[in-house]
């Protein structure tokens, strides 16, 4: 039986959206049965007593699972199970959450070498309805059928069943499910064994960022591969069957003549519906200005010609206009105005099925400057607008931008306070050295404009940035992050969106009586 190296964990952190893989994971002691030996002897003793020696044995079971798998087990599949769609160049895999399970058991039940693992004991069979000589739909019921250990073991006359030793009534009792295939398609689709160690694999990933979907916090799984693509325009099977017991009877070994069928346990079982393939995303996404984009379903369809994104005769009945606006993307979507008006807007996203060209109107300092109106329905767009909003949401949520707002801002205030203190030693301050000497009631008035002309000598465009203060957007009162620093309150936001000169208001503010 070949074995392969045990690959030994890194110990190195994985950062979120990082994977590691692994060649196998070596579980401390395969399912089997074991035993442990004690030996003691006492020694010391007076000449001529005989040296007593104790000896103690005892067995124990490692168990792992066999014939069926817990439901929680299995993670996730692909393709999904019921799906339909272009698969014809995938191999299907399941995933599971337990990364020895695959190598928990041996094919003929044997105990590895200690720093070798053997091949795995299950795999994954893909394989078509036709092939199993079903109809060729999905609301066929299952191809698998119920039944016990025994019915497994002993299948009857010209049907091979797997070879295990060691069952006890207990085992032969234990309910399951079962395939049998004809002699020829198992041949067919099942892996060699020589094939097996590269069917299975460990995956380590970083479960930080990611959706809540029962996932571990350590991120170690199993993963077996089928070894077979899916075929397009069927219904595909994919089963997770159990090799135990045929060791000799994978390929390139022969089943003998005599089995006209091979009798499997079946762990878990999907179907999906595989579709020929159109194109990778990249080249359905860099044929759309040639194939005249898309249309959504149930909506007529004329292809746009050209490099315009709407025809050159623009819709002229409320039905043209509408279908317009659906083939080129949009949808229709209730918005709440700001005044608590409920309207419909529109809305398309990101991936439009038209070319288009760079909005000329932005840069913009609001998400409601980058709304649209339509004046000839009364319908706004909102597709500009939400996509300022989740910019905005999205830079709020970076680190690094929070730190770049705080030290620019940091940056800025230490330079006018060093150059207050530069212009304060020759600048305008020395003419008012005699009011300040004597506290009357022009002392206020004197040092007012004494900061004034202070601050009008000062050069402040190596601290901004292009020469001007840059605008900020209001933080959110119910912010979805931690408050950043460097980001303006509500109020500050509005003074500066609303002046023309940040600078001036600051000055104003300062010299205010």
């Known amino acids: 039986m070949p074995s392969i190296p045990v690959v030994r964990e890194s110990g190195t952190d994985l950062e979120p959206g990082q994977i590691r893989f692994y060649e196998a994971a070596k579980p401390p002691l395969v399912a089997g049965e074991y035993k442990v030996s004690a030996q003691q002897t006492v020694n010391g003793l007076d000449d001529g007593q005989t040296t007593p020696q104790y000896d103690l044995e005892m067995p124990f079971s490692v168990t792992a699972p066999r014939f069926t798998l817990p439901a929680e087990t299995v993670q996730m599949t692909y393709p999904p199970a019921n799906a339909a769609g272009a698969f014809d160049n995938a191999l299907a895999n399941i995933v599971l959450r337990d990364k020895t399970l695959p190598w ?29 000589g079903i109809p060729d739909t999905v609301q066929t019921p299952a191809p698998t059928v119920s039944g016990t250990v025994r019915d497994l073991t002993a299948p009857g006359t010209g049907i091979l069943g797997p070879s295990l030793t060691g069952l006890t009534a207990a085992d032969l009792s234990q309910p399951l499910i079962y395939l049998d295939l004809s002699a020829d398609l198992f ?109 959504l379903p149930a909506t007529a369809f004329t292809p746009f010609t050209g490099g315009d994104v709407c025809p050159v005769s623009g819709p002229t009945t409320p039905t043209q206009v509408a279908g317009q606006a659906l083939d080129l993307g949009y949808a229709p979507l209730e918005s709440t105005m700001r005044i608590g008006e409920h309207a419909t807007a529109w809305y398309r996203g990101p991936a439009a099925p038209v070319p288009l060209g760079k909005d000329p109107l932005g840069p913009y300092l609001r998400s409601d400057a980058a709304m649209r109106y339509d004046p000839a329905t009364g319908i706004y767009d909102m597709s500009y607008a939400v996509a300022w909003e989740i910019g905005r949401l999205l830079a709020l949520t970076s680190n690094a931008m929070a730190q770049s707002l705080y030290q620019w801002r940091r940056s800025a205030t230490q330079s006018l306070l060093s150059g207050a203190r530069q212009a304060s030693l020759h600048g305008p301050l020395s003419r008012t ?22 601050l009008g000598s000062l050069d402040l465009s190596g601290a901004l940035v292009g020469g001007k203060v840059p605008r900020r957007v209001a933080r959110n009162l119910v912010s979805p992050v931690a408050p950043a620093p460097g980001l303006l309150s509500v109020e500050e936001n509005d003074r500066l969106a609303t002046d023309p000169d940040p600078l001036s208001s600051l000055l104003a503010a300062v010299l205010a009586p």
């Open 104 to 132: 928990n058991r041996t094919l003929d039940g044997s105990i590895p070498p200690e720093d070798s693992v053997s091949p795995p004991w299950m795999a994954v069979l893909t394989v078509t309805a036709g092939e199993l």
């Open 187 to 295: 041949t067919a689709v099942a892996p060699s064994s020589d094939d097996l160690a590269f069917l299975a694999h460990v995956r380590e990933v970083n479960t930080g960022n990611k959706e809540i979907l029962g996932l571990k916090e350590q991120g170690f799984y199993s993963v077996l591969v089928g070894n077979r693509l899916l075929r397009p325009g069927a219904v595909n099977y994919h089963f997770l069957v159990s090799l135990e017991g045929f060791q000799t009877s994978l390929p390139p070994n022969t089943i003998p003549s005599s089995c006209t069928k091979v009798r499997l346990a079946v762990l878990a079982w999907w179907r999906v519906t595989a579709t020929a393939s159109i194109g990778n995303f990249i080249e359905i996404m860099q044929a759309l200005p040639d194939t005249g984009g898309v249309s």
């Open 433 to 454: 050295t005699d009011a300040f000497a004597k506290p009357t009631q022009d002392t206020a008035k004197a040092s007012r404009q004494a900061l004034a002309d202070v």
